[in-house]
């Protein structure tokens, strides 16, 4: 069966080039009636969570084929992220990294003053712009709201939980928790906390620099500020597995079937 994932252009206020715009795709189930309202996963790195035909490695989680075999009525809205990684680091950090030198090289730092920080007036688009217009245009549940993300889209995920307390479910996989770390514990710590939030981790992942012990750590300092927190939070690490998409296609399913309470 053939999926109907409609594709929609937006301008944000992050684009360095103002004509430059974003593509967003947007999936509701076909079994379910056009009227019924759903809850809403907003999904960063969107080109990543269908098909791999669109995904920038070649996989793509098909969180649409997931939905489909869980029978969770769900729809996701999944918003592309920039098409060089400097500009994504960017979107997805609230703060500016001032470890630019190990993060991107000596050679890449000589032409950037600032890596991050744009992560602020993306969130805010895409819930003050984007959420409207979406529960405007489909039936959805208003009060339902998720996001997900990977690795950077982790982290961004995860300064939402902290910023927007309609956010209702959350998941972060394989959280680039070594960026940004004390900013996150902070506002993780200083928020009251609310949603339900999963959160997972390789022990072989590594990015550049950043080595399995970097990933691995760092998230457990993460997962161990929000457990004090005392909200409905899953934290699951998986032998072996590494930084990429085939992984988090493997674990898609145990964030679905916990943020969304399948039995």
Known sequence: MMTMIEQFLFSLPTEAISTQKRIVRVFRPDWVEEHQALPVLYMHDGQNVFSGKTATHGEGWQIDQW?????????????????????RYDDYSFYEDPMIDYRVGP?????????GGRGRPYTDWLMHELKPWVDQQYATDPEDVGVMGSSMGGVISLYMMATYPNIRRVGSLSTAAWS???????????????????????????????????YVQTSAQLAHTVSRSGIAFRYEVEPGAEHNEIAWRRRLPNALRFLYELT
Do not use: C, F, H
């Open 107 to 115: 050679e890449v730092a000589k032409t950037r003053t600032r890596i």
């Open 180 to 214: 940004n770390l004390d900013p996150l514990i902070r506002e993780l710590s200083q928020a009251s906390l609310s949603a339900r939030l999963y959160m997972d981790i390789g022990t072989n992942e590594t990015s550049g620099p950043i080595t399995p012990s970097d």
């Open 67 to 87: 939905i489909d075999e869980l029978r969770l009525p769900l729809m996701v809205v999944a918003i592309a992220s920039p098409p060089d990684w400097l500009s």
